[in-house]
């Protein structure tokens, strides 16, 4: 059979940029697994995606000219039916047949085989594999149709009268099967083996390929483009390093992956250029410049050995002009009055404490049924100074209130307002030039974190409860309204909001409550009552069961803790770790199914009392138990109060004996009254102790 390689394009008008690595992946991905499911490719098949501004390809090799042939087995209906009482078919088969394209010649060939409890009748045949012409068709159908396209355009064919939605226009398309062109037509065109190279640069247009493997090289060398995304990236990485050596002084380039990928989206051809800018602008906070340069123009900023930012940035233009000059001029004229304005934002909100502006938040809408950012920084000082207390003193829920009320004053200002991803970082320049201090004006800033996955947490016990408040208030709020997440729906980052909460509970291992944080949150909200603090509390407690289990801790050991609630956060590692260490213990799986029996047989009773009377013990086997409890859970207990969770466990380990004998020979539920209380009020302090720091009945197989 034959095998040669395989080479697609799809040649369009410019792709939206911030897509294009999906769209590239996407395209040749699906067409890929088309290609092997219909048996055109195999697994020693290998694929290589192509996407630049205007094209999207895949090259496929070891690709087949025609699939195999394949056994195809189909069940017709039961024996029952499709033969009557003296095995001749029935009209009922003869019509199946039929419509298959056979006849009552094709009844000896049918093969009878069980199907469930009874017989059927099936028909072997054999399909012929499709050739690469209708299996490309197919293929390529696919592609295009899985696209993750963010947004569709419809336009007009050539001939006037079609109209076709798709990303972007299509002017051209490719199929090389080695070097013969694959008959394929889409969008009102038939494949060939030209394409078009840069706007600009190219040799020679149009570009004309030989073969399939020829198209990298030939597009590169005669279009002046670099067709494969990852390629290109890396050029471009490449001469940003290259440019920030030669500036010298120990400049480096921002690291901004999402921004590398855009401009990967908009060049071809890329050529880095630098550029300067008035040291006068660097009078403004830096995270303004580095923003509206990135955003804005999608510029690289250089910064200096000690992280600061420079006066000079990197340009990656698409074309490469023999004097650049025209080039770096043009994109330095273009940035100055971004930076000019930044300036002005800057020098204006200056002029203004943040204090006068916090009258200005009641006129800002945060949700319609939660009233105004006024509204909500009332709230949030509520929990921020309860927090406050807890953690601290007066003195920190004075300052937490502080920063509660002044947080949110940054949203009027002309800074944010142009830049919205700069709340609480000018918030927290502007506290500074108010004379607040680092403290305060570092709280203010950190108040939003974390803010993503992996984010830092507030510096400092201040920024620690004006984040906890922030987030509670968030939560508390909207799930009072009945905005609760569904699916993969969640418009106002709730998941993210309750995983700071609990990032910041544990890993500051902060003396709180979370119950009791939730309940001071959701009294903010009437009439929402329990019911909602209950959703609420499930809510994050199922958020730091997903990150335990996204941390490699298993669904066993995380349920078995969550189980009991834990209020305390900081304390779950600690628990977490105990389990795993008393889950390794010869002891643990013969405790773990009696605690398991004990929890039902107490479910069951209905009432024990956790209490024993020592005359009422008959058995010698609930005596050894009652004697080895009486050793063994004060020294368990005691461990458990000092937080040494894992000792506490392995202490209890030493009941396995004398409860193992306790179920040999002891009926609980004895037909005695008194002798069945008290029975079950052993084992209920028996539960009781057993379980402090973890439910060991979730570890039971």
């Not at 911030?18 to 490719?41: D, M, R, W």
């Not at 200096?304 to 004097?323: C, E, M, Q």
């Not at 909460?501 to 909200?525: C, H, N, Q, T, W």
């Amino acid at each position: 059979m034959t095998h040669r390689n395989l080479l697609v394009e799809l040649f369009v008008e410019e792709l939206p940029p911030k897509a294009l690595k999906k769209l590239g992946h996407a395209f040749a991905g699906a067409l890929f697994e088309q290609l092997k499911a219909q048996g055109l490719a195999s697994a020693e098949s290998n694929l290589t995606s192509f996407a630049s501004p205007r094209r999207l390809a895949a090259h496929v090799t070891a690709v087949s000219e025609r699939a195999p042939d394949k056994s195809v087995s189909q069940k017709l209906m039961p024996v029952s039916v499709a033969l009557d009482g003296s095995g001749n078919p029935t009209p009922a088969l003869l019509k199946k047949l039929q419509s298959l394209g056979a006849d009552a010649s094709a009844v000896s060939k049918l093969r009878r085989a069980l199907d469930g409890k009874a017989e059927a009748l099936f028909m072997d045949s054999i399909a012929k594999g499709l050739t690469l012409e209708h299996g490309l068709a197919k293929a390529f159908q696919e592609a295009l149709d899985k696209l993750p396209i963010p947004k569709v355009m419809t336009y007009q064919l050539a001939d006037g009268w079609d109209t076709v939605n798709f990303v972007r226009p299509v002017h051209g398309l490719v199929a090389l099967y080695g070097a013969d062109i694959v008959p394929l037509h889409k969008f009102g065109l038939d494949a060939g083996r030209e394409t078009h190279g840069h706007r600009f640069e190219a040799a020679v247009d149009p570009v004309r390929f030989k073969d399939a493997d020829s198209y990298a090289a030939t597009l590169e060398r005669d279009g002046a483009v670099i067709a494969s995304f990852e390629a290109r990236r890396a050029e471009i990485v490449r001469q940003l390093d290259a440019a920030a050596a030669k500036v010298g002084g120990g400049a480096r380039v921002i690291q901004d992956e999402a921004l590398l990928d855009e401009v990967t989206g908009l060049v071809e051809r890329p050529n880095v250029l630098v550029c300067e800018f008035e040291k006068a602008f660097l009078e403004v906070p830096q995270e303004c410049l580095i923003l509206t340069m990135k955003a804005n123009q999608k510029y690289f900023p250089l910064l200096d050995v000690h992280g600061k930012l420079t006066n000079k940035f990197l340009v990656v233009s698409n074309i490469r002009p023999a004097d650049p000059s025209a080039v770096i001029g043009g994109n330095e004229r273009v940035v100055r009055p971004r930076l000019a304005d930044a300036k002005f934002f800057f020098d204006q909100d200056r002029k203004k404490t943040l204090e006068s502006r916090v009258p200005e938040l009641a006129k800002v809408v945060y949700h319609n049924k939660l009233g105004t950012q006024g509204d909500r920084a009332e709230r949030v000082r509520a929990i921020a100074k309860v927090i406050g207390a807890q953690l601290g003193s007066d003195a920190l829920a004075a300052h937490a209130d502080q920063v509660a009320l002044l947080a949110k004053a940054d949203l009027v200002t002309d800074m944010v307002g142009e830049f919205p991803e700069l709340q609480g970082t000018m918030g927290r320049y502007y506290a500074l030039n108010d004379g607040l201090g680092h403290e305060m004006a570092d709280a203010i800033e950190d108040h939003y974190k974390p803010r993503f996955a992996g984010d830092t947490l507030p510096r400092n016990p201040v920024g620690l409860a004006v984040a906890l408040a922030d987030k509670l208030e968030t939560l508390a709020g909207l799930f009072a309204i009945g905005q609760l997440p569904t699916g993969e729906k969640d418009p106002f980052a709730l998941r993210r909001h309750a995983l700071g909460i609990v990032r910041m509970l544990m890993e500051k291992d902060l003396p709180l409550s979370l119950d009791e944080l939730v309940g001071e949150a959701v009294a903010l909200f009437p009439p929402a009552d329990a019911k909602t603090s209950g959703l609420l509390s499930e809510f994050i407690y199922e958020r730091l069961a997903g990150s335990l289990r996204e941390q490699g801790y298993s669904a066993q050991e995380v349920d078995a803790v969550l189980a009991l609630r834990p209020q305390r956060l900081g304390d779950v590692a600690k628990r977490l770790a105990a389990v795993r260490a008393f889950a390794a213990l010869p002891e643990a799986p013969a405790l773990a199914a009696a605690n398991k029996r004990i929890g039902n047989i107490l479910k069951k009773a209905d009432k024990a009392d956790a209490h024993v009377s020592e005359v009422l013990l008959r058995e010698p086997a609930e005596q050894a138990l009652f004697a080895a409890m009486k050793d063994v859970t004060p020294r368990a207990a005691r461990q458990f109060e000092a937080g040494d969770y894992t000792a506490s466990l392995q202490t209890l380990a030493a009941l396995r004996a004398p409860v193992d004998a306790f179920f040999d020979g002891v009926m609980v539920n004895a037909e005695e009254a008194d002798l069945r209380l008290n029975r079950l009020g052993l084992l209920a302090i028996l539960y009781s102790a057993m379980n402090r720091v973890a439910d060991l009945s979730r570890l039971a197989t």
